[in-house]
């Protein structure tokens, strides 16, 4: 999967996560969840390293990286281009944001993300775009963003 954050008026800045043809890789540990079944409301931690199959999941009362605001289905059948997947979820990560949160991105203190399927994770059958709260400033989130007008 590929993450970009959209800082109000600074182009995207996209880090790959590529979601590797291990689909089927079975958690280690409940605190993980694949990428590819990740949920609105869900807290996150997002992965540091360059490529990632699992994501850590956590309650939302305890320190964490994000959260999901909705999730949105691309219908194609071939994978979009990128510029067009940007397109989209810059679109719809922003609807999904300023429902969930109460308040537009660009009226908040939180920072809208994105993650995108890559072609490899596209093969595993990622077919969404998972959209996230982030704070601004990188601090953790200690609650959830639901509702919150922050």
């Given at each position: 999967m590929s993450v970009t954050q959209?800082?109000?008026g600074i182009p995207p800045a996209?880090?790959?996560?590529?979601?590797?043809a291990a689909a089927a890789l079975l958690l280690s540990s409940?605190?993980?969840?694949?990428?590819?079944h990740l949920k609105e409301g869900q807290c996150v931690n997002l992965p540091t390293e360059a490529s990632a199959a699992t994501i850590d999941v956590l309650s939302c009362s305890a320190d964490h990286d994000a959260e999901i605001v909705g999730v949105e289905e691309i219908r194609e059948e071939a994978l979009p281009p990128e510029s067009t997947l940007e397109e989209?979820?810059?679109t719809q990560c922003h609807a999904h944001f300023t429902r969930y949160v109460g308040v537009d991105?660009?009226?908040?203190?939180?920072?809208?993300?994105?993650l995108l399927p890559t072609p490899a994770s596209w093969k595993a059958g990622d077919r969404s775009i998972v959209c996230l709260a982030v704070v601004s400033d990188d601090t953790p989130l200690t609650s959830s963003v639901k509702d919150s007008h922050f």
């Open positions: 959209r800082r109000k996209s880090v790959r996560y590529a979601l590797a409940c605190s993980q969840s694949l990428i590819l989209l979820a810059f991105a660009h009226d908040s203190h939180l920072d809208a993300m994105w």
